[in-house]
């Protein structure tokens, strides 16, 4: 027998939507299915444009402490690229310091398409726990997860010049967009955990 369930999501954060844009952020490990290449490809068009918006980037391995070579090329390169507002995080935060790095972000998810349709993301549900808009790609789990609430937005092809204009939209109308990432947050929560509850409870 087997029973369908939605996913668990995190509670919201009460005071995330009172804090003003700080950065772009890409959290979780660095991967090419995560679409890593991607972020450092928009790091390196902010740096070729002057743009002064600051990035926080996770450069940590996944759970098995390991990087393929194309990563670790990525990783070079974006240590190359001397952009003073960016930020590289090189060992797995603590779950305080990774909760803190939300508030105030856009979260890049430029995931594969493929690999992420109907994969869950943890990235996002804690993303939109602290009222924090999403871009990501469009036909993944996670595009389908903030579309229709207004979350953030869901692009075609995650390249660094569309990743560039979805992050100025979001910028431009950060306030409407942190609230429906938390109005889209406490839906999930109050959706996710009472089925299981009750289940437990049996």
């Given at each position: 027998?087997?029973?369908?369930?939605?996913?668990?999501?995190?509670?919201?954060?009460?005071?995330?939507s009172a804090v003003?844009?700080r950065?772009?952020?890409?959290?979780g490990a660095?991967?090419?299915?995560?679409?890593?290449?991607?972020?450092?490809?928009?790091?390196?068009?902010?740096?070729?444009?002057?743009?002064?918006?600051?990035?926080?980037?996770?450069?940590?391995?996944?759970?098995?402490?390991k990087?393929?070579?194309?990563?670790?090329?990525?990783?070079?390169?974006?240590?190359?690229?001397?952009?003073?507002?960016?930020?590289?995080?090189?060992?797995?935060p603590?779950?305080?310091?990774?909760?803190?790095?939300?508030?105030?972000?856009?979260?890049?998810?430029?995931?594969?398409?493929?690999?992420?349709?109907?994969?869950?993301?943890?990235?996002?549900?804690?993303a939109?726990?602290?009222?924090?808009?999403?871009?990501?790609t469009?036909?993944?789990?996670?595009?389908?997860?903030?579309?229709?609430?207004?979350?953030?937005?869901?692009?075609?092809?995650?390249?660094?010049?569309?990743?560039?204009?979805?992050?100025n939209t979001?910028?431009?109308?950060?306030?409407?967009?942190?609230?429906?990432?938390?109005s889209a947050?406490?839906?999930?929560?109050?959706?996710?955990?009472?089925?299981?509850?009750?289940?437990?409870?049996?």
């Open positions: 027998q087997v029973l369908l369930l939605p996913y668990p999501a995190p509670q919201p954060a009460r005071t995330a003003p844009f950065h772009l952020l890409y959290a660095a991967r090419q299915d995560k679409g890593f290449k991607a972020v450092v490809d928009l790091v390196a068009l902010l740096a070729a444009r002057n743009e002064s918006i600051p990035v926080a980037v996770q450069i940590s391995a996944d759970h098995y402490g990087l393929d070579a194309v990563t670790r090329e990525d990783i070079a390169r974006l240590k190359a690229l001397r952009y003073p507002p960016l930020t590289l995080v090189g060992d797995t603590s779950p305080e310091a990774y909760a803190a790095s939300f508030p105030g972000s856009i979260c890049l998810q430029p995931y594969n398409r493929a690999e992420f349709r109907d994969r869950v993301s943890g990235v996002t549900l804690d939109l726990a602290h009222a924090c808009p999403v871009i990501a469009a036909g993944t789990w996670t595009a389908d997860v903030i579309e229709p609430c207004g979350a953030g937005i869901a692009l075609a092809e995650p390249d660094a010049e569309s990743l560039y204009a979805a992050v979001v910028r431009a109308g950060y306030a409407r967009y942190q609230a429906a990432a938390l947050g406490h839906a999930r929560n109050r959706d996710s955990w009472r089925p299981l509850l009750d289940r437990l409870q049996k």
